[in-house]
């Protein structure tokens, strides 16, 4: 499945039935597809947020000033904020459990032509250490100016390998030969933010569990159709996670990358060698396994499609150098 450069009115839906753009041909081979996770773990409805008498969850991490996870935080220690307005906690929880569903974005434009064989099998490792037979669930999906779905979700780690094995570096006749560098990294596009809105509105939207997108790039954009703003509010939506790890020749935009962390809950890594980019996945496994989350009513019973503003402070003198990561905001709902 090729999600193309659809632009905004086209890349909204779950479906698109009669796209005003004609779409790519298919892959010329199959690509495994099928969540192997039972069906009772599926999510039901369109939206994954409920409001009005339901409750909004925000995950979150704690860490010390050198990243150590804190695990012993308590409910009373935590306060919620929307808007600024207190909120009354309805349950916290500390969870090392949770069902995780996690799309691998991988940038394929020229930047990533010297390290693609690096993150391809730190990829394989991860999936390999963390995924769970009938609880997790992963898809890869691969991204220059095009943005393309290699292998659907699914538990089989042969048909994730499969699919991270047919990732390569979209060919350019600006590359270098030889192992020697690109001469110009951004040879035929790079779609960025495009891949985080797609990955979030079609593939993880409707899904249980927490939704992460790990994101490999060197997070320069230069023909996405959406714009990162459009896309982090897409992810807020979804409430999926973004993990941003920083790779590939001629420098990396550590900012855009630091942004859709942030936003998201998530952690942006910049790995300076095939070792750093272990480590980053393996801090990225302790990350979402090491989630409190924390659920409350809103007070703001307005159904009114607003942006609310989420803040998760934690309360005492004992606590105040902690570093609290959550997403920012949610929408609400529409009449």
């Known amino acids: 499945m090729i999600f193309g450069g659809a632009g905004p009115a086209e890349a909204t839906g779950q479906q698109r039935q009669s796209p005003p753009v004609e779409a790519p041909p298919p892959p010329s081979e199959p690509i495994p597809a099928g969540d192997t996770r039972p069906p009772a773990s599926k ?14 969850n925000v995950p979150f991490n704690v860490n010390d000033k050198k990243n150590k996870h804190i695990t012993d935080i308590g409910r009373a220690e935590v306060q919620v904020f929307e808007d600024g307005v ?47 037979p009938q609880k997790d669930v992963g898809c890869v999906i691969s991204f220059s100016k095009e943005v393309t779905l290699e292998q659907s979700l699914t538990a089989s780690l042969p048909s994730l390998t499969a699919a991270l094995d047919r990732v390569r570096v979209t060919p350019s006749s600006g590359f270098g ?10 040879a035929g596009g790079t779609s960025m933010h495009d891949a985080i809105f797609l990955a979030s509105d079609d593939v993880l939207r409707r899904e ?6 790990i994101l490999l790039t060197d997070g320069v954009d230069t023909t996405s159709a959406y714009r990162a703003e459009a896309a982090i509010e897409r992810a807020w939506r979804s409430e999926v996670i973004v993990y941003s790890i920083g790779i ?14 942030k936003e998201t809950g998530g952690r942006v890594f910049i790995p300076r060698g095939s ?10 496994e302790n990350d979402l396994r090491q989630q409190y989350i924390v659920s409350y009513s809103p007070a703001n019973a307005k159904r009114d499609g607003t942006f609310r503003k989420i803040e998760v402070r934690l309360a005492g003198e ?18």
């Open 86 to 132: 207190p909120q009354e906690v309805f349950s916290f929880e500390r969870q090392l459990d949770a069902p995780l569903t996690i799309a691998l974005l991988i940038d394929t434009s020229g930047s990533q032509e010297l390290t693609i064989g690096a993150e391809r099998e730190a990829a394989y490792r991860f999936f390999q250490k963390v995924l769970r």
């Open 43 to 56: 999510a039901q409805d369109d939206d994954p947020i409920q409001l009005g008498t339901e409750l909004v």
């Open 318 to 335: 004992t606590r105040k150098d902690l570093r609290v990561r959550y997403r920012r905001g949610y929408y609400a709902p529409v009449k």
């Open 248 to 261: 590939g020749y001629g420098g990396v935009a550590e900012g855009v990358l630091s942004k859709y962390a």
């Open 177 to 186: 030969r030889g192992g020697t560098a690109p001469s110009n990294p951004q």
């Open 275 to 284: 070792d750093d980019l272990d480590r980053a996945f393996a801090e990225i």
């Open 208 to 213: 249980a569990g927490r939704r992460v997108i």
